[in-house]
């Protein structure tokens, strides 16, 4: 019989820098996990990716044991370390941090496209080239 699902947390965390502090602790402290033991296997299995912000999911049973499952890095955060920004835009109509080619708005798509809502690479494109445009990245 399977598990009863008690809740389900979204975190976006640094790769390989989880710990007992804020937004971690709070967040899975209130539900009785053992946070030590999900920081260690967090880090463990993002050590790789060192650097990049990797959400996870995680699912919370009644009896207060978890897994949890990590994603690809969001798309804002794979386009500023395709550009080489710091951050986005603060005014995207008058400040625009650089230019990105298609294909490597296309290479981002296809990285992410286990996480987008579609399966269509055109569509992936064109989510990725929005997620751009809001940062103040054009798109050439």
């Known amino acids: 019989m399977a598990k009863k699902i008690r809740k389900v947390i979204r975190l976006q965390i640094p790769a390989g820098k989880a710990s007992p502090a804020p937004p971690v602790g709070p967040a899975l402290g209130q539900h009785g996990i053992n946070i030590m ?20 999911e995680i699912t919370i049973y009644v009896d207060r044991s978890f897994t949890f499952v990590t994603k690809m890095p ?8 395709a550009l080489g920004a710091d951050k986005g835009s603060g005014d995207v109509r008058q400040d625009r941090i650089g230019e990105l080619g298609r294909d490597k ?8 496209m286990a996480d987008l809502n579609t399966t269509d690479i055109d ?14 990245i054009e798109v050439r």
């Open 123 to 136: 569509k992936a494109v064109s989510i990725i080239e929005g997620t751009a445009r809001s940062m103040g």
């Open 37 to 56: 033991a999900f920081c260690k296997e967090y880090n463990e299995r993002t050590a790789s990716q060192e650097g990049f912000i990797v959400p996870a």
């Open 105 to 112: 708005i296309h290479d981002i798509a296809k990285s992410k």
């Open 74 to 81: 969001p798309a804002s955060d794979l386009l500023r370390r």
